[in-house]
T-cell receptor, first 109, second 114 residues
Framework: QKEVEQNSGPLSVPEGAIASLNCTYS??????FFWYRQYSGKSPELIMF????GDKEDGRFTAQLNKASQYVSLLIRDSQPSDSATYLC?????????FGAGTILRVKS | SAVISQKPSRDICQRGTSLTIQCQVD?????MFWYRQQPGQSLTLIAT?????????ESGFVIDKFPISRPNLTFSTLTVSNMSPEDSSIYLC???????????FGSGTRLTVV
């Protein structure tokens, strides 16, 4: 059974701070890693993906992958109240995405 | 970008009845999936909708309860059969594009069974 683990939170950060969201996965064969953002009552929206070890930056978002440790993280710089949402980590080793339970992020102004 | 239309957006149904959810994509896609998101929970894959053949179901989900059709590369339906209150959930259609990473989700169907 492939598993993706996330701390459910909530993670509370002040506006302007860096939010750090973490995820571990059990299947060493996983090849693709995704971060989705889900606002309350809305469907998930893809915000970052990463395939290779290291960092990938896109605007205020940085995804980090360490396959040896089976660990993937998402950093959000200069956090804004509009970043308040549930962040879902998803992992794929083939055609299927397996999702973690999500971390609730609250950015306080 | 391509659009995924899912309907109904919400429904309240009596136990013992069935509801069919439709997912329409405005361009051809190879992979379509159906997920369930129970209140306060993450997404669980129900099945992969295969064009022209029977869907591939995940452990814990069976065709008699969740029959799926996919007559072409742009359309799929999920039926929730013989519903009980435990089926109250959000059901999401998802597609995978050949030239775009990850999946894109429809807007979801919020089902309440009373």
């Amino acid at each position: 059974q492939k598993e993706v683990e996330q701390n459910s939170g909530p993670l509370s950060v002040p506006e302007g701070a860096i939010a750090s969201l973490n995820c571990t996965y059990s299947d060493r064969g996983s090849q693709s890693f995704f971060w989705y953002r889900q606002y309350s009552g809305k469907s998930p929206e893809l915000i970052m993906f990463i395939y290779s070890n290291g960092d990938k930056e896109d605007g205020r978002f940085t995804a980090q992958l360490n396959k040896a440790s089976q660990y993937v993280s998402l950093l959000i710089r200069d956090s804004q109240p509009s970043d308040s949402a549930t962040y879902l980590c998803a992992v794929s080793g083939g055609n299927k995405l397996v999702f973690g339970a999500g971390t609730i992020l609250r950015v306080k102004s | 970008s391509a659009v995924i239309s899912q309907k109904p957006s919400r429904d309240i149904c009596q136990r013992g009845t069935s509801l069919t959810i439709q997912c329409q994509v405005d361009s051809q896609v190879t992979m379509m999936f159906w997920y369930r998101q129970q209140p306060g929970q993450s997404l669980t894959l129900i099945a992969t909708a295969n064009q022209g053949s029977e869907a591939t179901y995940e452990s814990g989900f069976v065709i008699d309860k969740f029959p799926i059709s996919r007559p072409n590369l742009t359309f799929s339906t999920l039926t929730v059969s013989n519903m009980s209150p435990e089926d109250s959930s959000i059901y999401l259609c998802s597609v995978a594009w050949t030239d775009t990473p990850g999946y894109t989700f429809g807007s979801g169907t919020r089902l309440t069974v009373v």
